[in-house]
């Protein structure tokens, strides 16, 4: 481990703030991650629901994982999915989807807080169709400790295998604690990297004693080793890298910018795939 990232509070508008780990200055992406957002926790009352109104996405795949809450995903290919605690929603744009992400009023919880990350797909599958997968609670493997319990969200780690449909080596996974753990360690494969985030509590790195909003990052080949406080939930994120460059504009990934100013057009001429039922969309930005 040789970097720390340190989560930059970000306002997606309506004071809806969130923490932005990835990109960062000191680290661009992790294996196939290139972008990593913590929102909440937010109290939500009557007016102030989370409202993202529908935009378009190329060349990901978006994983979107909820801690406390209710969100409702439509999409541009008619999909309508409410997503739960525990449960992940893995929409992958290829050559271009859209998407809008509004809260639901959850009888159990006004609270609000989740992970959104963006994989980027290999060069040869940028533009493949889109699609969109949901896995329940009970369909996401569980490897359990008396100190720590881990839910592969996607990928393969350990010795688990997560039903989610990736397109390059990776592993995703969340892991909570409720009391301090003993030291952990996992060595990772000689081409695979790794970063591992705080959303809750606390955890020990080399040392060093980490807080909500940051990630260790671990380099490739190297050994995942720390320790965790009482109640800690923490997101473990990685894999290979790929040879090319990403370009990342608003939200569009790709190795080709061509590729991105011909979705600029679409967006902008409303020529884009159209999520059924919505009216409302985010304009292109001016930047």
């Not at 994983?63 to 605690?85: A, M």
């Not at 990342?248 to 884009?272: H, M, P, Y």
Request: cysteine-free; glycine content about 8%.
């Amino acid at each position: 481990m040789n970097v720390i990232l340190k989560g930059q509070k970000k306002d997606l508008g309506d004071q809806f703030i969130i923490k932005r780990i990835l990109p960062a200055m000191e680290k661009r992406s992790i294996g196939p991650f290139v972008f990593f957002d913590h929102f909440g926790p937010t109290r939500l009352q009557s007016g102030s629901e989370m409202v993202v109104r529908a935009h378009p996405h190329i060349g990901l795949a978006t994983i979107t994982f909820l801690y406390d809450g209710l969100i409702h995903h439509r999409d541009s290919l008619g999909v309508s999915q409410l997503i739960r605690p525990y449960e992940t929603n893995w929409m992958v744009a290829g050559k271009g989807i859209a998407h809008s992400e509004r809260s639901e009023k959850d009888p159990k919880t006004d609270q609000l807080e989740g992970i959104q990350t963006w994989i980027a797909l290999p060069a040869e599958k940028e533009d493949m169709d889109p699609s969109f997968q949901h896995l329940s609670q009970n369909e996401i493997p569980v490897w359990e400790t008396s100190e720590l319990t881990l839910r592969l969200l996607g990928g393969k780690f350990l010795h688990l295998s997560s039903p989610a449909i990736v397109h390059s080596p990776l592993f995703y996974a969340d892991i909570s604690s409720d009391n301090s753990s003993g030291l952990v360690s996992w060595k990772l494969p000689e081409k695979q990297e790794a970063g591992l985030y705080v959303s809750r509590g606390s955890m020990f790195v080399d040392g060093k004693t980490l807080h909500i909003g940051e990630m260790a990052v671990f380099e490739k080949g190297s050994e995942i080793s720390f320790s965790t406080s009482s109640k800690t939930r923490l997101m473990l994120l990685g894999g290979e890298s790929f040879p090319e460059k990403r370009h990342l504009w608003w939200n569009f990934v790709s190795t080709d910018l061509a590729k991105i100013e011909k979705a600029k057009l679409a967006w902008g001429d409303e020529t884009f795939p159209k999520v059924p039922g919505e009216t409302d969309r985010i304009p292109l930005p001016s930047y």
